[in-house]
């Protein structure tokens, strides 16, 4: 895809989030569910309209996340449909800890990969993140106001299913490990 100038945002619920080991289920509704490692951002003070340069003080820490999406929603519906495409339940596995902050030197030099049934599919680093995790909460935060506990997925690297030839989707059976360096591996199999 394009590399966007401004973060492109959509909203999970929170039915759409699980835990390390526990089950993504693929949803009747859709053939195209694709996989996506992510660095997450654990808010940790409320605010709002927030200068970037004060960012880092509203992260708690971080955590492993998989920005699970059923592509033919997302991209295909009229309109497309982001929200809907990555929001069913099931399609935010973060885990399986909270490390804190001062126990991350730079979010933006850790390795991040995402293994399928033990093949690794996505092996980069969140040095190439678009946006940086202060940029990311202080755009944010422009919009809305954060909560403590509120979690922002920053971003996938390259080597998802969709852009894959030919496509790779996930299938029942499956199973997904998402690991970034420091913060653990979030496992979890897909049904």
Do not use: C
């Amino acid at each position: 895809m394009e590399i966007p100038s401004e973060p492109i945002l959509f909203s999970k619920y929170p039915t759409a989030l699980i835990g390390d080991k526990a089950e993504i289920v693929l949803p009747e509704v859709s053939d195209q569910v694709d996989y996506e490692a992510e660095l997450v951002i654990v808010v940790g003070k409320k605010g709002r309209h927030i200068a970037r340069e004060q960012a880092m003080e509203y992260v708690a820490g971080y955590a492993v996340g998989h920005d699970v999406s059923a592509r033919d929603w997302q991209l295909n519906k009229p309109g497309k449909q982001w929200m809907g495409g990555k929001t069913f339940d099931t399609f935010a596995p973060v885990g399986p800890a909270l490390v804190t902050a001062d126990e991350v030197p730079d979010p933006h030099a850790l390795g991040i990969r995402l293994r399928l049934n033990g093949q690794t599919m996505q092996d980069s680093s969140t040095s190439q993140l678009i946006f940086r995790v202060d940029e990311v909460i202080a755009y944010l935060s422009q919009i809305f106001t954060l909560e403590p506990g509120d979690l922002i997925f920053t971003g996938t690297p390259p080597g998802v299913g969709m852009a894959r030839k030919p496509p790779v989707w996930l299938k029942s059976g499956d199973v997904v490990e998402v690991e970034i360096d420091g913060l653990g591996t979030l496992t979890n199999p897909v049904k």
